[in-house]
C-alpha cells in the first residue's frame, strides 16, 4: 500500500505527522507522504491517519 498527499487539498494542520510520524511529515507548511510502500506494521496507523484528516486530502491505494 501507498499513500499519497493532495497539495491542493492539505491544509497543513500537522495531524497526519502526529498520528504517523513513519509515513507522514511536514514539508513547509504542507504534509507529504514517503514515497514507496508503507511498511506493514505502519498501515492501521496511516489509515487511521487519512481517515482523521480533515479535508480528506490522505489517499491509501493499494
Ligand atoms: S491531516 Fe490532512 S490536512 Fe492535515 S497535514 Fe495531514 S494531509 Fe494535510
Known sequence: MNAFVDPELCIGCTQCAGLCPAVFRMEGVLAVAEPG?????????AVTAAQSCPVSAIRIEE
Open 37 to 45: 510502500p508503507i511498511p506493514p506494521e505502519e498501515v492501521p496507523q
